[in-house]
């Protein structure tokens, strides 16, 4: 994850979040959704989840879900330990990805609302490109969702890692 | 003992003779040796204090803790990712031990292009760090099988390279040096130079951030700090009061904390002339399972493309490279699906990486909230030495038995096999690929020489601009090092604080 990256969206992600009030209004509030967790609302995590979903699909059978192996409160976790301006410009960033279809790609419908197929074609814009700094927002989210999914010990027999040697081999 | 400032909320004033700002190789070292040449020390370090019971060898524990910015810190343009430890002991509790002197060239270099005088010391001090931290050569049978690859393929290709000298003494060979070492058996500075001030009584405070130096003329330097708690956030104040201050903050942030002082900053070099030793990463696959996050990571290393006598100013060293599944899954191309069908076969995963002796250059300064920004940009030699790096990455792990080499350009990915060729690779240059770089050893920021104008502290470390105030560690190197950095930080640690002590009438003020 690039640090400066969440800070340079700063260059463009509030104009293009302005547009969202105009033509979105407010995000979808979600009745009966579990309290508000400390670092991210509801609609943040439920981006993240919906790119974090995307970003680490193995296909396999059987695979863990993101939500079973906790990975969103595990990014939650990490972004706890960053400062807040850095922290701040991740939500805004999350915003961005998730209007970007809407607005940029013309499908008048946020990044969570797409079906699989929609989202990786999403993901792939941002992947390649001629812009650095999308490119460097992919890279950044990516890794993001690496680091809650594949450090959970669930999803090690996917990939053949036994895990830590700690208490066992040693 | 070890203090966790995050238990010390409230407002705080310490007085002492030298306080140290930073506990990586260079803090460490300076600390003990004053220290124990009888100065009343204190030694102040931003991130926390951590026992081998706390590394528990998982990568979504240990990153928070041991990786500034948990590992997320990168040049502005986001092309280079930068790896710098954080807590007590600083990237000598994550590094992966290699242990390299100076090279001599290198050291003629900045004797002659920068004036730093007393090249003797050097030696004196490598003898006594390699000492202090009981580096020894790696044995044949520590080699684990991705090592033993990479030297059968350097080997096939006649390849020069060698086994390393590490600081790990009974190495269990479980792998995991880079999320810190539950052996205690890896020799970093939390378990040889640390214990060794405490011992001399030196006071050792964790959760310290240090905003600025402030200079009474002809008098004492107050050295302000901010204590952190646990989760990172201010919960006290912090002064020390000391004659002499040696700031080992490392190559980002002792330019930064001595600019927000405003000191080291008359020869305009200040935060200039960074040099990262960018690398590129070649992961492969090969046949038969290597489980390569197991065993010494970094136990050879080929030498083959740097030759410092015959060219003092560039060249390229490679070195095996593996982890465990996050640290993997960062430096495979694309996501989803495609990403998926590189990182199933970790077990079977092993790289290279080629490291660069860099004549590009950048800066850094504080950017908002004084955070650093870091400006670098990769020059077009530096960049073709670089992809020839690659290259020869690629051709060592075919000799090496890969059955395929993944070069992850961002927007496509290259999966080159044998019959390939690497010429695929000059296709998707020409064009302007892209792909990430890493680096694990900025320096040069606050550089060492004895012409005022062009460099920021003198040839022990002191501040051109103000006296008793020192820099010690990997940004005071004139030059890029062209080589791994821990002894050469360490040795700077020692030289400095021997100068300091055989000055002590004159410094004491």
């Not at chain 1, 192996?69 to 999350?94: H, P």
């Not at chain 1, 989210?141 to 090690?156: E, K």
């Not at chain 2, 890493?438 to 040069?444: F, L």
């Not at chain 2, 930080?489 to 021997?498: I, P």
Request: net charge negative.
């Amino acid at each position: 994850m690039n640090r400066r990256t969440f800070l340079r969206l700063g260059t463009f992600g509030p104009a293009l979040l302005a547009l969202e009030g105009l033509a979105f209004g407010p995000p979808p509030a979600r009745a009966g959704d579990r309290p508000e967790p400390e670092m991210l609302d509801a609609g943040l995590r439920e981006i993240l989840g919906a790119v974090t979903e995307r970003m680490v699909d193995t296909g396999e059978p059987g695979a863990p879900s993101v939500s079973d192996t906790g990975a969103i409160e595990r990014i939650e976790q990490l972004l706890a330990g960053l400062d807040r301006e850095v922290v701040g410009s991740v939500k805004l960033l999350l915003r961005v990805v998730d209007l970007w279809p809407a607005v940029m790609e013309l499908r008048f419908r946020r990044f969570r609302s797409l079906s699989d197929a929609e989202k990786d074609e999403s993901l792939e814009g941002w992947l390649t490109s001629r812009i650095a700094l999308r490119r460097q927002i992919f890279f950044g989210l990516r890794n993001l969702a690496q680091y809650g999914y594949w450090t959970d010990g669930s999803t090690w027999p996917l990939v053949g890692y036994p895990g830590p040697m700690i208490g066992s081999r040693v | 003992m070890i203090e966790a400032g995050r238990d010390h909320p409230g407002t705080r004033a310490l007085r002492s003779e030298v306080c140290v700002i930073g506990s990586g190789a260079g803090g460490a070292v300076a600390a003990a040796v004053l220290a124990e040449g009888g100065r009343d020390v204190v030694l102040l370090e931003q991130g926390g204090h951590y026992t081998a019971a706390d590394f528990n060898q998982r990568e979504d524990s240990m990153i928070p803790l041991l990786f500034e910015d948990a590992g997320m810190r990168a040049t502005e343009d986001g092309s280079i990712v930068i790896l710098q430890g954080r807590g007590i002991g600083g990237s000598t509790t994550h590094n992966l031990c290699y242990c390299f002197r100076t090279p001599e060239p290198i050291l003629r270099r900045w004797e002659q292009e920068h004036g730093v005088r007393d090249l003797a010391s050097f030696e004196e001090s490598f003898e006594r760090v390699e000492a202090g931290l009981h580096v020894q050569q790696i044995q044949e049978e520590e080699l684990n099988a991705l090592n033993v690859a990479i030297r059968r393929g350097a080997e096939h290709l006649g390849y020069h390279g060698l086994v390393a000298r590490h600081n790990r003494v009974g190495c269990v060979r479980s792998g995991f040096c880079l999320l810190g070492c539950a052996y205690d058996v890896k020799k970093s500075m939390r378990v040889t130079y640390i214990p060794r001030a405490n011992n001399a009584g030196a006071r050792i405070l964790a959760d310290c951030r240090v905003d600025r130096i402030e200079v009474h003329p002809g008098g004492h330097r107050l050295v302000h700090a901010t204590v952190l708690d646990r989760a990172g956030r201010p919960h006290g104040e912090l002064t020390v009061e000391a004659a002499v201050v040696v700031c080992s903050a490392g190559a980002i942030m002792s330019p930064l904390l001595l600019a927000a002082s405003g000191l080291g900053g008359a020869s305009g070099q200040l935060g200039r002339n960074l040099h990262l030793h960018p690398s590129i990463i070649a992961p492969a696959v090969f046949q038969e399972p290597l489980h390569a996050y197991y065993g010494i990571p970094q136990a050879y290393y080929i030498d083959e493309f740097i030759d410092l006598e015959r060219d003092p100013r560039s060249g390229i060293i490679l070195m095996p490279i593996s982890g465990p599944p996050f640290l993997t899954a960062t430096n495979l191309p694309g996501f989803g699906r495609k990403h998926f069908e590189h990182l199933r076969h970790l077990s079977h995963m092993g790289g290279l990486l080629a490291l660069l002796h860099d004549q590009s250059s950048g800066e850094v300064e504080a950017g908002r909230g004084g955070r650093p920004r870091i400006r670098y940009r990769l020059e077009p030699d530096d960049r073709r030495r670089l992809i020839e790096g690659l290259k020869h990455c690629v051709e060592v792990l075919w000799a090496a038995g890969a059955e395929r080499v993944l070069v992850p350009y961002h927007d496509e990915p290259l999966v080159l096999r044998p019959q390939d060729g690497v010429s695929e690779i000059d296709r998707v240059e020409a064009r302007g690929g892209e792909l990430t770089l890493n680096s694990t050893h900025p320096q040069s920021t606050c550089r060492m020489g004895e012409d005022r104008s062009r460099s920021v502290v003198n040839s022990y470390g002191e501040l051109h601009d103000t006296p008793a105030v020192f820099v010690a560690d990997m940004s005071v190197f004139p030059t890029s090092l062209g080589a791994p950095p821990q002894i050469t930080t360490a040795s700077l640690g020692d030289r400095t604080a021997r100068h300091v002590l055989d000055r002590w009438p004159e410094l004491r003020g």
